[in-house]
């Protein structure tokens, strides 16, 4: 895991490097900060409970129902189908 964020952090010390960001406003620049903030936000997450935070779909989204995406409907709908 720590491989991963070593590539990570060098991708961003590279996307936010003068060759590649022309300014502080420029997108690569945007997206570096972004990521960094993610990559902290992570980090400090996951050392707070140990390990990466797993988190399933809120419960509303797992009942079967009108407001149900369709994907999530889709094994009900083949096991309805075999019987």
């Known amino acids: 895991m720590l491989k991963v964020y070593e590539v990570i952090k060098r991708l961003i010390a590279t ?3 003068p060759q590649i960001a022309i300014d ?4 690569p620049k945007l997206y570096s900060c ?9 980090k400090r997450d996951g050392m707070a409970q ?3 935070p797993q ?3 809120p419960p509303q989204q797992m009942q079967t129902g009108l407001n149900t995406p369709r994907y999530q ?11």
């Open 50 to 52: 140990g390990r990466m």
């Open 15 to 17: 996307i936010a490097s």
């Open 34 to 42: 972004f990521l960094e903030s993610l990559l902290a936000k992570h």
């Open 55 to 57: 988190q399933g779909p």
């Open 73 to 83: 409907q889709l094994p009900q709908l083949l096991q309805q189908q075999r019987q």
């Open 24 to 27: 502080e406003r420029h997108t």
